[in-house]
DNA sequence: CTTATTTGCGCAATCGCTTGCACAAATTAT
DNA sequence: ATAATTTGTGCAAGCGATTGCGCAAATAAG
């Protein structure tokens, strides 16, 4: 089918071995077979075969990605792609290409990590995952293969990740609500399966703690991120009686769907109760009003998520590091208070 | 490093060959030698190498995915992780990886098309752009690779391609317009290099020409989906004095930028001047107003170009194959008239 | 003008797995 | 009981590259 680096070999009359030297740019070869092999190269339409050269080279400079459940359900929300974004700038640049995993259950997705790294065909993982138990980080910790986490995983000493400072982020949105007079803040959407959501609420309540609020459990509703909507977590307070005067969602999408709810019930945002969300969706600049958010910076996320699995996979002695990505809140009308 | 099939070989007492055909399921194992081949490799925590098994099958079960320009701006839009989101969800289920290649300029685009291809690394390719004339696409035509394209391509009968039949719908929503008595009907955000934004025009200019409206090319303004705002598209017709009671923006996230840019000017939305866009962004249902839009279904674009990839690289004759997947007018508020 | 280095290239093993062919042993047919 | 099949494995040649080692020719050093 293909031309190889034999037939390039009989055209020009050397040996493999040479046509290779030449791919590879070895100096030991002169500029005048170089040349000649060059323009055979080029006359054949002759392109090297990435698969053999991996097998031979034992290096495939393709990293995978493991998404969360499936890549059906972890792309609905930007975050992903954002992150993907930033793991794409950098790989181009260093001659990286990304295999992505498509699975459905968090054993899919640690058979498939583990089909990554032994397949021999990615050179490290990178693990969209931020659950605080994930068989697939194991597993590859077991294997000892090169890989980072995105979301700081619970034992944090013993991996390399990247993430935001969930904790002092969120205490500083507390306080801003705080701040302001508010006095009853929920905390909507919090998942004790993920770190995530488990930092933000721990700067929360610290943030109630140093302020002297007593910590009131009624005002928490568990949900999760993707699957849950900010609507229904909403209602679930309502229908308790209980109204706050302002509303932490764990996720812009959750607040969308936060101040929908307060609004069927007649009340308005800010006005009767504040909302603020995190991620900072890309329309929640442009929703009336407009929504108050913490960017997160998934892009630069990305981006150290691949440089310290470049450092790992080229470093000799193995060392866990980790990248924090300070997050800022922004400050939009849904949180300000009006009299 | 790895364990490899011929230390099972040597563990169990048989050929390498056996230990394939025991991993090929090959009948012509006996189930004895079968069952204790399994036992060792499960001990000895065996994983096949699949690049080393790629290059004697030559198969991978990897399609590539090249997006336009780098994935650094493409996932900017939200449309491209869907249209992930679909390709992974039928990629998974036949056992195929996506590689996402990484390229800036349309030069690298057509290299790594032509990489991904001529390697051996990928069987087939979907290639997400819709430009006029994209030099990957005739790069890959050249070939003879198994490609699909996202958007309808100029030599439309000459290759696999999927696409929303992008001139009925805009064609619909400028009668939406007209029929509720609109009769300045803007178009914002042409670019003649794209297939998508020619057919949505002509649809435009059908509906106009069947209404017995002149069309006038003032009120279209030049403009790219992504690196262009909606803002300054607007604003270019101010600035010309030019004041139209409908906008059609070619993608919402411009018709964000057009409203941000109406306001701005002390006019209102739908009031003065009525808008929709184009492939329903996340957002836009939760606006105010909600926006006029076009659910394009990425995701099924997504699904049917993988299906299509999948039928040309097993099929033995070639044809070539397309799927029209239908969009969907919403209206909502943004382009209801006002009394 | 030797001797030591450097330069330029070929040999052949290797990477880990697949598969057509061969062949003995076991099974079935005659 | 012999011939014809079927069953179960092994041999060895690929797949398309890379690379350590060796060696002759060219160049530099003494």
Same mark, same amino acid.
């Given at each position: ?8 070999? /009989?055209?020009?009359? $050397?040996?493999?071995? %040479? ?17 000649? $092999? ?18 031979? /080279? /034992?290096? %495939? =400079?393709?990293?995978?990605?493991? $998404? ?13 792609? &954002? ?24 054993? &899919? ?8 790294? @032994? ?17 697939? @980080?194991? !597993? ?7 890989? @980072? ?22 205490? &500083? ?21 993920? %770190?995530?959501?488990?930092? =933000? ?20 509703? &568990?949900? /999760? ?13 309502? !229908? ?17 769907? @936060? ?43 990305? $981006?150290?998520?691949? !440089? ?5 996979? !080229? ?22 208070? %009006?009299?």
């Amino acid at each position: 089918m293909g031309v190889t680096i034999n037939d390039i070999a /009989k055209a020009a009359k $050397v040996s493999p071995s %040479t046509i290779s030297r030449v791919i590879a740019n070895n100096p030991r070869i002169s500029a005048a077979t170089r040349e000649r $092999v060059l323009k055979i190269m080029k006359k054949m339409n002759y392109h090297p075969n990435y698969i053999a050269r991996s097998l031979a /080279k /034992k290096s %495939t =400079r393709i990293i995978g990605l493991v $998404v969360p459940g499936s890549t059906e359900n972890s792309f609905r929300h930007p975050f992903f792609p &954002e992150i993907l974004r930033g793991i794409g700038s950098v790989a181009y640049k260093n001659g990286y290409n990304i295999l992505i995993s498509s699975a459905n259950t968090a054993a &899919e997705e640690k058979q498939m990590a583990k089909e990554f790294a @032994v397949g021999g065909i990615t050179e490290g993982i990178i693990l969209m995952t931020s659950m605080i138990k994930d068989p697939a @980080v194991s !597993e590859l910790k077991k294997l000892k293969f090169p890989f @980072v986490v995105v979301g700081r995983p619970q034992d944090q000493n013993e991996v390399n990740w990247v993430d935001n400072n969930n904790f002092s982020i969120s205490y &500083e949105l507390t306080n801003h609500f705080i701040a302001q007079g508010y006095k009853k803040i929920a905390f909507l959407g919090v998942s004790y399966e993920y %770190t995530v959501t488990i930092d =933000r609420l721990e700067g929360y309540k610290k943030a109630l703690e140093d302020n002297g609020f007593e910590f009131d459990a009624d005002l928490i509703v &568990e949900g /999760k991120f993707i699957d849950d909507k900010g609507y229904d977590l909403m209602n679930k307070l309502i !229908e308790k009686d209980i109204t706050p005067d302002a509303v932490i969602a764990i996720d812009d999408l959750i607040a969308f769907g @936060v101040i929908a709810a307060i609004r069927e019930k007649g009340l308005h945002v800010p006005g009767d109760i504040a909302v603020a969300g995190f991620n900072n969706a890309p329309l929640s600049e442009y929703m009336t009003p407009s929504l108050t958010s913490v960017e997160v910076n998934a892009f630069t996320l990305g $981006v150290k998520a691949f !440089e310290l699995l470049l450092a790992d996979i !080229e470093s000799e002695h193995k060392s866990f590091n980790r990248a924090i990505v300070p997050g800022e809140l922004i400050i939009r009308k849904s949180s300000i208070k %009006t009299f």
